[in-house]
C-alpha cells in the first residue's frame, strides 16, 4: 500500500516536471516565434520605410528634373525670343541701310560729288556691306550732309551758268562782225541781259558766302570739281568783274 502510495507520487512529480518542461519549451518557441515576427514586422517596417523614402527621393529628383527642364526651355524660349528680336533688326537694319544706299547713289549724282570723296566714304564701308549700327549712322551721316549740299549745290550750278553766259557775252562784245550781223535791238537787248546777269550773280554770291560758311563749319570744306569752292568764289568775282567791264569798254560798244 505505502509502496502504490509512492509510486503515484513519484509519478505525479515526473508528470508535473514534464509538464513544466514543454510549457517551458512552448515559451521558448513562442518567445522565438514572437520574436521572429517582430523581427520580420521591424524588417518589413524597415522595408516600407526605406521604400517610401526610396520613393520621395525619386518624386524630389523627379521634381528637379522637371524644373532643370522647365528652366532650360524658358532659357530656350528667351534665347529663341531674343534671337528673333536680334534678326528681326537685321533684317529691318538692312533695309533701311539698302535704302540709304540708293538714297546716297542718287544724291551723289545730284550733287555732282567728287568721286574721290565717293570712294573714300565707300572704302570706309568695305568692312561693314551688311548692316550694322555704325554702318546704318554713317549712311546717315552722309545723307544729312548731302541733303543740306542740295540747295548750296543749286545756286553754285546756277552761278556757273551765269559766269558762262557772262563769258560768252565777253567773248562776242569784241567781235567787230556782230555789229553787221545784229538784228535791229538786239545789242541794246544783249547789253540789258548782260546786265541782269551781273546783279543776279551778285544775289548769289550774296546768298552763296554764308550758306558755304555754315556749310563748311559743320562738314570741312566744299570742294567743287576738285577745287575748294569759297576761294574761288572770291577770284572768281574779280575775274567776273573784269570781264563784265572789259565788255562794256569794248571797241564795238565803246565806253559806255
Not at 546716297?104 to 561693314?128: H, K, M, N, Q, Y
Not at 562782225?177 to 538784228?183: G, I, P, S, T, Y
Request: charged content about 35%; aromatic content about 6%.
Amino acid at each position: 500500500m505505502l509502496h502504490s502510495c509512492g509510486a503515484s507520487t513519484s509519478s505525479a512529480r515526473l508528470k508535473r516536471r514534464y509538464e513544466n518542461l514543454l510549457q517551458e519549451m512552448e515559451d521558448r518557441v513562442r518567445a522565438q516565434r514572437d520574436a521572429a515576427q517582430k523581427n520580420a514586422l521591424l524588417e518589413r517596417e524597415s522595408a516600407m520605410v526605406a521604400e517610401v523614402a526610396r520613393r520621395e527621393e525619386a518624386a524630389r529628383f523627379k521634381r528637379e528634373q522637371e524644373a532643370i527642364e522647365l528652366e532650360r526651355e524658358r532659357e530656350a524660349a528667351i534665347a529663341a525670343s531674343e534671337d528673333a528680336a536680334r534678326q528681326r533688326e537685321l533684317a529691318d537694319g538692312q533695309k533701311k541701310l539698302n535704302e540709304l544706299k540708293a538714297k546716297l547713289r542718287e544724291l551723289w549724282g545730284v550733287t555732282e560729288a567728287d568721286p574721290a570723296d565717293i570712294s573714300t566714304f565707300l572704302s570706309d564701308l568695305l568692312s561693314e556691306l551688311s548692316y550694322t549700327p555704325d554702318a546704318l549712322c554713317r549712311c546717315n551721316d552722309e545723307v544729312a550732309r548731302l541733303n543740306s549740299l542740295l540747295p548750296i549745290v543749286e545756286l553754285v550750278n546756277r552761278r556757273e551758268f551765269v559766269k558762262f553766259r557772262m563769258a560768252e557775252f565777253a567773248k562776242t562784245a569784241t567781235d567787230p562782225a556782230r555789229l553787221f550781223r545784229a538784228e535791229p535791238g538786239r545789242l541794246l537787248k544783249e547789253d540789258k541781259q548782260r546786265g541782269e546777269f551781273v546783279r543776279e550773280l551778285g544775289r548769289l554770291n550774296e546768298k552763296l558766302v554764308p550758306a558755304l560758311s555754315a556749310y563748311e563749319a559743320q562738314f570741312g570744306t566744299f570742294v567743287w570739281r576738285g577745287v575748294p569752292y569759297l576761294a574761288r568764289l572770291g577770284a572768281d568775282v574779280a575775274d567776273v568783274e573784269r570781264s563784265a567791264e572789259a565788255s562794256y569798254r569794248s571797241p564795238v560798244l565803246g565806253d559806255q
